[in-house]
């Protein structure tokens, strides 16, 4: 099972050995708790445009006064690729100290607020699970029994290039990270690397969906370092 968990390290963008500065570390979450802020205001800005055009269309209707026609910048709905995602039968392909593991995965996603990346080596039972929300990612275990739960900071103490919730999205949306380099993902740092080149298969977009997260209460936690070390 173990080159399994190597493809779980990989896609998950997080197999390395040594530690980085806590510094670099602590600039990252900087960056994501900006990212979020601004997020939030993009939503109340995109709420406020909404409320002041059904407003000018009552009054329209009120008044007999034709709406005036507006040309607007895409709002952050409008720049979404998808709402939901599903993706299934996609491949794995993991190249790590020469050698190279397949595994078959599915995804499923929510944009804004969960990714799930399902790795399924064998007659499509999920033995991993990656369960990533903009805030932290939790590795799942299912064969022993364990988990890893660790914020993107942490993860990123190892990592380079950086780990964000953004690059897993794609990953689950059928797409590489802009961080790719010719179709292939390679994460390292002193001494260790893993490239990671994924074969996608046609999502299913923006369908009503319903995530079972799992039950993590007769799990074990671990230490996410033991996972990445």
Not at 148 to 157: C, F, K, Q
Request: aromatic share 8%; net charge positive; glycine share 4%.
């Amino acid at each position: 099972m173990k080159h399994y968990a190597y493809i779980l390290l990989a896609v998950m963008l997080a197999f390395t050995g040594c530690r980085t500065t806590q510094q670099l570390a602590r600039i990252e979450q900087q960056q994501t708790a900006m990212s979020h802020r601004l997020d939030s205001m993009s939503q109340r800005i995109d709420s406020m445009q909404l409320q002041l055009t059904q407003m000018t269309a009552r009054l329209s209707e009120l008044t007999g006064t034709p709406q005036p026609t507006t040309t607007t910048t895409p709002t952050t709905q409008q720049r979404r690729d998808w709402t939901t995602c599903v993706m299934r039968g996609a491949k794995a392909k993991v190249t790590v100290g020469g050698k190279t593991y397949k595994s078959p995965c599915a995804t499923q996603a929510v944009w804004d607020s969960l990714v799930i990346i399902s790795i399924m080596p064998a007659f499509g039972i999920e033995v991993f699970r990656i369960e990533a929300t903009p805030r932290d990612v939790t590795v799942i275990n299912k064969k022993d029994k364990e988990y890893y739960r660790a914020t993107y900071a942490e993860i990123n103490a190892f990592v380079r290039p950086f780990v964000t919730y953004a690059d897993l999205r794609s990953l689950a949306g059928g797409k590489n990270p802009s961080v790719a380099r010719n179709g292939v993902l390679t994460y390292s740092a002193q001494g260790s690397s893993a490239s990671l080149e994924m074969s996608f298969t046609t999502p299913v977009l923006n369908q009503p969906l319903t995530i079972q997260r799992t039950n993590l209460k007769t799990y074990t936690r671990k230490d996410i370092h033991t996972l990445i070390r």
